[in-house]
C-alpha cells in the first residue's frame, strides 16, 4: 500500500478553507446589547423585565417618621398603635351598673371574636370575670382597628393596653363610675349583702 503524500498546493488550499471557515463563523456571531428595553420579544414578561433592575428596599418604600412635636396625645398613641408589629394583649372593661350574668360575658367575648374573624383582624376575646374581657391581638398594626370596635359596642367602656387606657370621648374615668355606682348600691334602700357584692365586682384593683 503506497503512502499518501500532501503537495505543497493542496497543503495550501487547506490552510486557505480553514481561514475562510473560521472567519465566515466569526461574521455570523451576533453582539447582544447589554439594554434591552428596544428588543422586541413575543415572550418577554414582567417578571423577565423586573429582573436585573435594582430594587427598592424596605427603608426606601417607608414614609418619614411623623414630627411629634406637633402631635396631640391622642394623635401620638395612634401613631405608635399603627407602628406597633407583632402580637399584643390587653383587656376590656365591660359597662358597670349594666345587668348581666357571669354566662353573658363569654357569650359577648365569642361575638366580639366571631365579627373581628370577619373583617380579617385576628383577635381573639376571652372572658376573665363578670367586668373583664381580655384580648388577644396577633398584628399589631391591626391595633387601631380594634380599639375603634371595641368603643363601639355598648357593653365596652374602656380598652386597657399596658399603661393606656382608651375610652369614648366625653367618658368620665372608669373609676369614678365605679364609685357613683357603689354609692347607688350603697345608699338606695339595698340591703348590705348586695352592695357589698356590688363592690366586689367593680374593684379598684388594675388590671
Given amino acids: 500500500m503506497g503512502h499518501w503524500t500532501l503537495s505543497p498546493l493542496r497543503l495550501f488550499l487547506l490552510v486557505l478553507l480553514l481561514l475562510l471557515s473560521v472567519h465566515v463563523s466569526e461574521g455570523k456571531r451576533v453582539s447582544v446589547p447589554d439594554d434591552l428595553d428596544d428588543v422586541v420579544d413575543e415572550e418577554e414578561d414582567e417578571a423577565w423585565k423586573e429582573w436585573g433592575r435594582k430594587k427598592h428596599t424596605d427603608e426606601q418604600s417607608q414614609p418619614p417618621p411623623p414630627d ?107 373609676e369614678e363610675v365605679v364609685e357613683r355606682v357603689r354609692r347607688a348600691a350603697g345608699g338606695g334602700g339595698v340591703d348590705p349583702d348586695t352592695a357589698a357584692a356590688e363592690e366586689r365586682r367593680y374593684s379598684k384593683e388594675e388590671l
Fill in 68 to 174: 411629634l412635636s406637633k402631635m396631640d396625645i391622642s394623635e401620638i398613641q395612634a401613631e405608635m398603635m399603627k407602628r406597633h408589629v407583632g402580637p399584643s394583649f390587653g383587656f376590656v372593661k365591660l359597662r358597670p351598673g349594666a345587668p348581666r350574668s357571669r354566662d353573658d360575658v363569654p357569650e359577648i367575648a365569642m361575638r366580639w371574636t366571631k365579627v373581628l374573624r370577619t373583617g380579617s383582624i385576628e383577635a381573639k376575646f376571652t372572658a376573665v370575670d363578670i367586668n373583664t374581657i381580655m384580648f388577644t391581638l396577633e398584628k399589631g398594626q391591626d391595633t387601631q382597628e380594634l380599639k375603634d370596635f371595641i368603643l363601639s359596642q355598648p357593653e365596652a367602656y374602656e380598652m386597657k393596653i399596658g399603661e393606656q387606657k382608651f375610652r369614648r370621648s366625653g367618658d368620665p374615668p372608669l
